[in-house]
């Protein structure tokens, strides 16, 4: 029996969700090669993306009910099993139909990674590991964030567009097999195999309604819902930003945009080491998981600064520094989910918060772009740096103490 076997299993978590990014990622850096040869318009390719937004906020939800009923190894395998083979169908698509029901697949797919990751590492570590251990987690989305324009380019350069969703969709089977191959019980240790048999009984689920109201399940969906269109703000706009308002090639956008990613991706792992130190300095969990919460929202307070500084090399670092934030709010966010919920329902939690966060994301990119086209991108700059300490004050009101919630029957 390996004691680090656990090691292993959270690292094959981090390719998953580094696969989840790089996955999603690939149509819009090929989009322009398929609509000259598919003749797809703009306006389908703007249905596309709904098509994929729709179906990743309904399987947050739904996959994370699943996962809590079935367990991390099913839900995150079948996840990733779905998510791979949609990506290498993108590769045989010839029609705006296919593309869009091939997307919609992906949604599905990918929206139960997260739920499925958070679900695993429940089971694999204690509160002492536990920040660290979804901070690794996470942080492999970012580095597939990082990974995937300079890999979609030389794929695409080298065998054309549709290989860069098939050599991904490919890996991605791959990591299944592998996935499947390990077997849980017989590598554990004995206090571990104690908790899987605990983990693997038969959990009694709570019903969406009686989750839906709690106040703390709904503090945790609040907070989602404002801050995700942050995210996606960061996400999605800044290469236009870029381009409009400092007249940025989009050769130079690309060497420069990765850098706010690889932030991103550190912080996940960073922020998770933090809080798990302040644990073993004796800090409280309620303690660890609000200090490291409490100074990503103040460090974002710099962004309403990033339409007013001189350079673009300083506004890149300012995107990094939010970038940064995110990466420590994100991952004590999720593992305070973990703290509270446990093996009832964290999964369940994740998922209905990835919905509402998904959702917010479908109202508000329009009025972004409304805001930038008739006014500029300083009033959304502005709005991203109130959101998260708003965000920890609500917190700090209505969840005085991270702790454990016992749900009675």
């Not at 990733?80 to 698509?93: D, K, Q, R």
């Amino acid at each position: 029996m390996n004691p680090k076997i656990r090691w292993y299993i959270l690292a094959m978590v981090f390719i998953a969700t580094g696969l989840n990014f790089l996955d999603r990622q690939v149509l819009s850096m090929t989009i322009i090669k398929i609509q000259e040869e598919l003749s797809i318009s703009d306006v389908q390719y703007g249905w596309v993306n709904t098509g994929f937004l729709v179906s990743y906020a309904l399987m947050f939800t739904i996959g994370g009910r699943l996962i809590d009923k079935f367990g991390g190894k099913k839900g995150l395998g079948f996840s990733v099993g779905i998510w791979s083979l949609a990506s290498v169908l993108h590769g045989v698509m010839n029609t705006f139909s296919q593309l869009l029901g091939f997307r919609f697949l992906l949604g599905i797919g990918e929206g139960a990674c997260f739920p499925g990751a958070a679900k695993t590492v429940y089971e694999w570590f204690d509160k002492k590991e536990r920040a660290l251990a979804n901070g690794i987690a996470i942080g492999g989305a970012a580095i597939g964030a990082v990974a995937a324009p300079p890999l979609t380019i030389l794929i695409a350069g080298e065998y054309g567009w549709r290989w860069s969703f098939v050599i991904p969709g490919l890996i991605g089977f791959v990591w299944l097999a592998l996935w499947f191959a390990q077997s849980w019980k017989k590598s554990l240790h004995a206090r571990e195999a104690r908790a899987l048999a605990t983990t693997a009984s038969p959990v009694v689920q709570i019903p969406i309604k009686k989750l839906l109201k709690n106040k703390t399940v709904q503090v945790f969906i609040l907070i989602r819902f404002m801050l995700d269109p942050v995210f996606y703000f960061l996400m999605f706009w800044v290469p236009k930003y870029l381009n409009e308002e400092r007249d940025l090639s989009f050769e130079r956008i690309g060497e420069l945009f990765w850098v706010p990613f690889l932030a991103l991706g550190l912080s996940n792992i960073l922020g998770g080491w933090c809080s798990d130190k302040l644990v073993a300095k004796n800090f409280s969990i309620n303690a660890a998981r609000k200090w490291v919460m409490g100074f990503a929202a103040a460090l974002t307070l710099v962004a309403p600064f990033i339409s007013t500084v001189s350079t673009v090399e300083v506004a890149i670092l300012l995107m990094s520094l939010m970038m940064l934030a995110h990466g420590f709010w994100i991952t004590n966010y999720i593992t305070a989910i973990a703290d509270v919920f446990g093996k009832y329902a964290t999964s369940s939690v994740v998922g209905l918060s990835g919905t509402a966060g998904a959702i917010s994301g479908m109202i508000i990119n329009p009025l972004i772009g409304w805001i930038a086209h008739n006014y500029s991108y300083g009033p959304l700059w502005l709005v991203s740096g109130i959101m998260y300490p708003l965000a920890f004050l609500i917190m700090m009101v209505f969840i005085p103490k991270i702790k454990t919630v016992e749900f009675k029957n």
